[in-house]
């Protein structure tokens, strides 16, 4: 293996640093763990996580004989890659790689990417279901939660894996090459991390950088930086679209999908299959209706997801069946309850203007919107002017209130309220929330500084939601 005989120094001590290294144990490879935060409890940390015994643990500043010493740096992703000793580690010619690299070094079978400002999760999810259906080895990894890492070491020769990527993950991708990639769409976010436009854009692209035109990248049509990557993207494109009627490839029309055009790639292991007899006649895959998940976005991740599938040769029927069954992952447009005739949706996941912009596109009734939080840089005016006059009351928490609350009184949204706590905002909410509304948390923001992550913020939203007494 590249990593035998390497001093490695795996950096960041959460979920991806300690499955890093557990699956170096595995290997036989004996690595450090560091962490820059100097107040960290090791003693809990390696009570919390057993696998970690014996394992030499660096907190605070590195030393310079450290530094020296390493031959190869194993980031977890939310480690900055441009920090200065990391960059001076860089120069001095030292291997650098993620945790999704390091999944793939070790692990077997082949690789599905999805990776997209939003709808990653969904698609990921979705997409394991469907091999799952069909193929008997199959792991959803990365982003979604689990990391590459943790599964790599039990992989078998024919196992299928279907890893969500974050940008922060691509930014360390050596050999990574996946048989199929999906880049669902690219607008502004973590601009704070990768500083440009151009930086981000090229750290999505970099999904396919091992790939050839006999691998698949599924590409939606109607993002302009992914369709502009149509004609230079190294794989064979599968595109889709939600407004075009596409000559070749999946697109939504009058409420159904259609897939256009034929297959002109070999497929997975070079099989050969087609949905059309003939190429002239678009073929009619499906009803929206069927679905169980709901909003637009939806229907482009559903698209992302045929498109994939058809690319690994699962048959339709197959397909089309788990789709009629898959329900919305929790904390995407995620339905909670009625409770005294009012809708409450967790949208928690909505955490840039974009992915929020399709949370209340999504809503039917006048929607009481939960917004603000952490400020990643995001401009809000686009997520403003999709309220589309559905929005009645405007709550809004955390450090970018002040900042939403300046945007949207320039489109006219004056109905605004703010709230010091996810406590007192949800009181807002139950108490000018009337029959035939929707209350919806999608705030358009990340939920460090009031919360530990989405997914804390979006529990507590349900637990409040659940425990409103009906009238």
């Known amino acids: 293996m590249i990593l035998d005989g390497k001093k490695i120094l795996v950096v960041g001590s959460g979920k991806s640093g300690v499955a890093a290294i557990a699956l170096l144990k595995e290997k036989g490879i004996e690595a450090t763990l560091t962490d820059s935060n100097e107040k960290l409890d090791v003693n809990k940390l390696i009570n919390d996580n057993p696998v970690l015994r014996g394992v030499n643990i660096i907190v605070g500043e590195l030393s310079d004989d450290v530094k020296k010493s390493t031959d190869c740096l194993i980031l977890s992703p939310g480690v900055p890659t441009d920090l200065p000793w990391i960059n001076e580690m860089r120069n001095r010619g030292v291997m650098i790689i993620g945790e999704i690299e390091l999944g793939y070094i070790c692990g077997k079978g082949s690789v599905i990417g999805i990776t997209g400002t939003n709808g990653k999760t969904t698609t990921t999810t979705l997409t394991g279901e469907i091999m799952k259906a069909y193929y008997k080895h199959v792991d959803v990894v990365g982003n979604i939660g ?271 309220v703010m709230a010091d706590t996810f406590e007192e905002c949800m009181d807002i909410c139950i108490k000018n929330a009337c029959p035939g509304d929707a209350v919806l948390l999608s705030p358009a923001c990340a939920s460090w500084g009031m919360f530990d992550n989405y997914e804390q913020r979006g529990r507590i939203f349900k637990d409040i939601v659940r425990n409103i007494k009906e009238n």
């Not at 996946?178 to 607008?187: C, D, E, K, M």
């Not at 440009?196 to 854009?201: G, K, L, P, R």
């Not at 339905?335 to 967790?346: E, I, L, M, R, S």
């Not at 840089?377 to 709550?395: H, M, P, Q, R, T």
């Open 146 to 416: 689990i990391p590459y890492t943790e599964k790599a070491a039990a992989q078998v020769e024919d196992q299928i894996t279907v890893a969500e990527i974050s940008s922060f993950q691509l930014e360390t991708i050596i050999d990574f090459h996946p048989v199929v990639t999906a880049i669902l769409n690219i607008t502004p976010d973590h601009l704070n991390r990768h500083h440009t436009m151009e930086a981000y854009i090229k750290a999505k692209e970099d999904i396919t950088l091992n790939q050839t035109k006999d691998d698949v990248c599924v590409l939606n049509y109607d993002s302009p930086d992914t369709r502009a990557f149509i004609d230079r993207c190294p794989a064979t494109v599968i595109a889709f679209s939600s407004s075009t009627k596409l000559e070749n490839g999946f697109y939504y029309e009058d409420g159904a999908i259609y897939r256009a055009g034929v297959r002109n790639y070999k497929g997975y292991e070079g099989k050969a299959v087609s949905y059309n007899d003939n190429p002239a006649e678009p073929k009619k895959i499906m009803n929206v209706t069927d679905m169980n998940l709901v909003g637009m976005c939806n229907i482009e991740n559903v698209m992302a997801a045929l498109a994939i599938a058809e690319a690994m040769n699962v048959p339709l029927d197959i397909t089309l069946k788990v789709i009629r069954d898959f329900k919305a992952v929790e904390h995407r447009i995620e339905f909670v309850a009625t409770k005294n005739g009012v809708d409450y949706y967790n949208d928690s996941k909505g955490t840039n203007p974009d992915a929020a912009i399709q949370g209340i596109k999504a809503m039917t009734k006048p929607t009481i919107l939960i917004g603000g939080g952490y400020d990643k840089g995001s401009e809000y005016d686009d997520w403003i002017k999709a309220f589309d006059n559905k929005v009645k009351l405007l709550v809004l928490i955390g450090v970018t209130r002040d900042k939403i609350a300046e945007c949207a009184r320039k489109y006219g949204v004056t109905n605004i």
